[in-house]
C-alpha cells in the first residue's frame, strides 16, 4: 500500500511487486501445497506441471484455468505461457545458471518473478519454512507461521514418540534408471526418514555410500544396482516416486526384498 522508493543506486535494477498479490504461479513441486497451505490455491494460475492429486487444482488444471508453465526440473520456464497468464508473481526455481538466465528473462519481459532456492536445504523443516517467504507477497504472515509453528510441533511429537521405540523398520528411499539408483543419503528427505524413527539402508552413518554428492535437486546419490540388491533382503519398506514400473529392474531382482 505504500509508494515504491527511488529505483536507484542498490536499487536500479529491482524488482517491484505490488502487494499483495491477487494471481501467481509457481514451478516447483512444492509450490502448490505451500499456497494450499496459505489458503489462497484460488490465486494460482500457473503450476509447474498439471500432474496434480488436489481435487480443486486438478479440476481448475483441466478447464485450463491453470496453466503448466514448465517444471522446476526443466531448463526454465514457459515464457509464452507466462506473458499470456499475466501472474503479479511468480516463484521460480533456480538450481542452474540456465534456470538463474530464466528469471531476467521473465523479469525483462514485465513479470514480476521471485527466485525460490527452497529445494537447496537440508532440513525438511527449512524446506516447509519457505512459506514465511511465499506468505510476504500475500500478505499472509500470520498464517505462514501459525501453519509453521503447527507441522513443527507435529515433527517434535512425532520425534518423541519412536525415540524410545526399540523396533526401527530398515528403509530406502531410492529411484531407479537404466542400472542405476538415485538414494537419499544425508539430505532432508534422509533426515525425515530418521526423524519418523527408521534405518535409512543408505544413509551417511552407514558407510555404504561414501561419497556425499548431490546433483541439486531431488534425486540424491546414484549408486549401481548391485549395492542395492545386497540391501534389498533385509528392506522393511522401500519408498519411491518411481513415476512408471518400466523404470523399474526386473521382478527376479525386486522379488529378493519383501518390502517390494
Not at 509447474?48 to 484455468?65: F, M, N, P, Q, V
Not at 500470520?142 to 526401527?168: H, P, W
Not at 552413518?205 to 540388491?229: K, R, Y
Amino acid at each position: 500500500g505504500t509508494n515504491p522508493p527511488p529505483l536507484i543506486g542498490e536499487l536500479k535494477d529491482a524488482t517491484i511487486i505490488i502487494i499483495p498479490v491477487h494471481r501467481m504461479a509457481g514451478n516447483s513441486d512444492d509450490s502448490p501445497t505451500r499456497f494450499t497451505s496459505l489458503g489462497k490455491k484460488d490465486k494460482i494460475v500457473g503450476l509447474g506441471h498439471t500432474d496434480i492429486y488436489d481435487e480443486y487444482l486438478k479440476s481448475r488444471a483441466d478447464s485450463g484455468y491453470i496453466q503448466p508453465i514448465g517444471a522446476s526440473w526443466q531448463t526454465g520456464p514457459n515464457l509464452e505461457i507466462l506473458v499470456q497468464l499475466k501472474p503479479d508473481i511468480t516463484f521460480l526455481t533456480i538450481a542452474s545458471i540456465v534456470q538463474s538466465e530464466g528469471l531476467k528473462m521473465s523479469r525483462n519481459m514485465g513479470l514480476p518473478s521471485a527466485p525460490d532456492f527452497s529445494w537447496s536445504e537440508s532440513s525438511y523443516l527449512a524446506q516447509l519454512e519457505w512459506i514465511k517467504y511465499d506468505a510476504v507477497f500475500m500478505n499472509a504472515e500470520r498464517e505462514a507461521t501459525n501453519y509453521f509453528n503447527q507441522i513443527k510441533a507435529n515433527c517434535d511429537s512425532l520425534k518423541s514418540l519412536v525415540m524410545g521405540s526399540d523396533e526401527k523398520p530398515k528403509v530406502m528411499w531410492g529411484m531407479h534408471k537404466k542400472g542405476l539408483w538415485a538414494v537419499r543419503v544425508n539430505d532432508s528427505f534422509a533426515k525425515l526418514l530418521e526423524d519418523a524413527g527408521a534405518i535409512n539402508a543408505f544413509g551417511s552413518d552407514g558407510g555404504i555410500v561414501n561419497e556425499m554428492q548431490s546433483n541439486g535437486l531431488s534425486e540424491g546419490v546414484t549408486i549401481p544396482d548391485e549395492a542395492v540388491f545386497k540391501e534389498l533382503p533385509s528392506l522393511n519398506y522401500i519408498i519411491s516416486f518411481q513415476s512408471t514400473t518400466e523404470n523399474w529392474p526386473p521382478q527376479t531382482f525386486m522379488s529378493t526384498s519383501p518390502a517390494y
